[in-house]
T-cell receptor, first 113, second 117 residues
Framework: KQEVTQIPAALSVPEGENLVLNCSFT??????LQWFRQDPGKGLTSLLL?????REQTSGRLNASLDKSSGRSTLYIAASQPGDSATYLC????????????FGAGTRLAVHP | GAGVSQTPSNKVTEKGKYVELRCDPI?????LYWYRQSLGQGPEFLIY????????DSGLPNDRFFAVRPEGSVSTLKIQRTERGDSAVYLC???????????????FGPGTRLTVL
């Protein structure tokens, strides 16, 4: 059974810091891994999708890496800003299960000025 | 083009009442998913439609929950005899298609926040 875990559950940092969010999964047979952002009371915004054949993806100040063999992914945020404050969720599709996504519980990030 | 839309954005109801939540997927997307997100948790899968039929409803918690997609576009999630434990954000997502050995990115709507008093 695929389980997704995110550490830490919450993080508070001063503006400008570089930070790393962690995601681990128990079954390495994944098509891809996706990172989402969720603002309070809002839906999910896709940030990065890493295919299983890739090692990393970058978008602006965000960089996501994937190590299938160890069942881990990290989301690196450079030069954090108060506008980065949100909950970050990682998810993997369940192979053979019509790709329903299995989510972690998320990391709540607060970046203070 | 327009993204996934959901209505209402908020719904407050009393225990025991019936509610309907609506999802309008992205035009042309044949796959549609419903997820439920409780406070402090990640979304959990409820049901998946490919076209008009529910291909996987294994995530529905009990028979009070039912979903339809009669014309292969708009979907309605129906909850009978609501309970306080049903309070959550209900998210809808759509994708171009989905199969047992392929993946297409899912795009999420803003969700409906259901509160059962």
């Amino acid at each position: 059974k695929q389980e997704v875990t995110q550490i830490p559950a919450a993080l508070s940092v001063p503006e400008g810091e570089n930070l790393v969010l962690n995601c681990s999964f128990t079954d390495s047979a994944i098509y891809n891994l996706q990172w989402f952002r969720q603002d309070p009371g809002k839906g999910l915004t896709s940030l990065l999708l890493i295919q299983s054949s890739q090692r990393e993806q970058t978008s602006g100040r965000l960089n996501a890496s994937l190590d299938k063999s160890s069942g881990r992914s990290t989301l690196y945020i450079a030069a954090s800003q108060p506008g980065d404050s949100a909950t970050y969720l990682c998810a993997v599709p369940l192979p053979g299960g019509y790709n329903k996504l299995i989510f972690g519980a998320g990391t709540r990030l607060a970046v203070h000025p | 083009g327009a993204g996934v839309s959901q209505t209402p954005s908020n719904k407050v109801t009393e225990k025991g009442k019936y509610v309907e939540l609506r999802c309008d997927p992205i035009s042309g997307h044949t796959a549609l998913y419903w997820y439920r997100q409780s406070l402090g948790q990640g979304p959990e899968f409820l049901i998946y439609f490919q076209g008009t039929g529910a291909a996987d409803d294994s995530g529905l918690p009990n028979d009070r929950f039912f979903a339809v997609r009669p014309e292969g576009s708009v979907s309605t999630l129906k909850i009978q005899r609501t309970e306080r434990g049903d309070s959550a954000v209900y998210l809808c997502a759509s994708s171009l298609r989905s199969g047992l050995s392929s993946y297409n990115e899912q795009f999420f709507g803003p969700g409906t926040r259901l509160t059962v008093l």
